[in-house]
């Protein structure tokens, strides 16, 4: 177990609703990435928070942000949910943005319908 | 952008087997790690490599960096039952550790 908890571990939402997930980070990690999973495929990096800020995004729209609080721990929220939209959300937590030892969580499961 | 090609996609293989399994990239990387993924679980980290030439165990898995840094290799010996998932090679993305760029992925079966 990586101390990585996400919730909820499964969400079945409407085409057009919005969502948020969340992701509490490893005890001294102060570093959150999010990746989206479509099924059969690698994850997909969406963003990462740092100190309460973004750093950095993958090829996401303006529909998917992000937080992160003074606790590191961190949420997602996607707008205007559409079918693709459908995935395992995973957030992963590292100590600093250089650190390759990012532990993932086990997850979010997605279901837009 | 940087895409990351696993072969082969998925594998059957007996109980006791070796398994080889590479990923190659259109862009040098200057890092390569390798995930394994179980049903239902985020990705757990394996092997990193850092450097152009490198070969690396951890227990029955050996992995290594190819000389052209735009490959990987990975393999399990005697594999077990509890191989069995699906192997991810990923690779910083512009540079930085903590932003991965993931492979397509290798499933593993691996049958008694």
């Known amino acids: 177990e990586t101390g990585v908890t996400q919730s909820p571990t499964h969400l079945i939402k409407t085409r057009g609703q919005q969502v948020t997930l969340r992701c509490s980070s490893q005890?001294?990690?102060?570093?959150v990435s999010w990746y989206q999973q479509a099924l059969g495929q690698g994850p997909q990096f969406i963003f990462q928070?740092?100190?309460?800020?973004?750093?950095g995004r993958g090829n996401f729209p303006p529909r998917f942000s992000g937080l992160q609080f003074p606790n590191y721990s961190s949420e997602l929220n996607v707008n205007a949910l559409e079918l693709d939209d459908s995935a395992l959300y995973l957030c992963?937590?590292?100590?600093?943005?250089?650190?390759?030892?990012?532990?993932f969580g086990q997850g979010t499961r997605l279901t837009v319908v | 952008g940087q895409q990351l090609n696993q072969s082969p996609q998925s594998m059957f293989i007996q109980e006791g087997e070796d398994v080889s399994m590479n990923c190659t990239s259109s862009?040098?990387?200057?890092?390569w790690l390798w995930y394994k993924q179980d049903p239902g679980e985020g990705p757990v980290l394996l092997i990193a490599?850092?450097?152009?030439?490198e070969l690396t165990s951890n227990g029955r898995l050996t992995a290594q960096f190819g000389i052209t840094r735009k490959d990987s290799f990975l393999n399990i010996s005697a594999s077990i039952p509890s191989d069995v998932g699906i192997y991810f090679c990923a690779g910083p993305r512009g540079g930085t550790a903590s932003k991965l760029t993931f492979g397509t992925g290798t499933r593993l079966q691996v049958t008694l």
């Open positions: 992963a937590s590292s100590a600093g943005t250089a650190g390759i030892e990012a532990f």
């Open positions: 928070y740092y100190r309460e800020e973004e750093n």
């Open positions: 005890s001294g990690h102060n570093t």
């Open positions: 862009s040098i990387f200057n890092t």
């Open positions: 490599l850092y450097k152009a030439g």
